[in-house]
Nanobody, 114 residues
C-alpha cells in the first residue's frame, strides 16, 4: 500500500512563506494526478493545487499567483511552495495521489498569524 508523508508545515506570520513536501513510498513517474488539499476548522476539504505527470498545473482561485506546486520524480516527492501567506490559508494540508483510488497523507498543520 502506498504511503504519503507530508512535512514542512508550521506557524508563520502573514506575508511569510512555507514549503510543504510530500514523500511518496513508490515511484511517482507514472502517476498522473497528484495534488494538495486543505481543510480548515468547520470547513470542507478543498483542492488547492494539482499537477499532472506532464507538468500541467491548476490552482484554486484564492491561491493563484501565491502558491506553486511541483514534483520531483527522481525523489518521488511533490512540493507546494506557499508565498504571501494569509490568515485565511490556515488549515491542515493534505497530499493526495490517484492510482485508481485516492491515497492520502496524514496532513500537516499550517497556521498563519495576522
Amino acid at each position: 500500500q502506498v504511503q504519503l508523508v507530508e512535512s514542512g508545515g508550521g506557524l508563520v506570520q502573514a506575508g511569510g512563506s512555507l514549503r510543504l513536501s510530500c514523500a511518496v513510498s513508490r515511484t511517482i513517474l507514472s502517476i498522473n494526478a497528484m495534488g494538495w488539499y486543505r481543510q480548515a476548522p468547520g470547513k470542507q476539504r478543498e483542492l488547492v493545487a494539482r499537477i499532472t505527470n506532464t507538468g500541467n498545473t491548476n490552482y484554486v482561485d484564492s491561491v493563484k499567483g501565491r502558491f506553486t506546486i511541483s514534483r520531483d520524480n527522481a525523489k518521488n516527492t511533490v512540493y507546494l511552495q506557499m508565498n504571501s501567506l494569509k490568515p485565511g490559508d490556515t488549515a491542515v494540508y493534505y497530499c493526495c495521489i490517484t492510482i485508481g483510488n485516492n491515497s492520502w497523507g496524514q496532513g500537516t498543520q499550517v497556521t498563519v498569524s495576522s
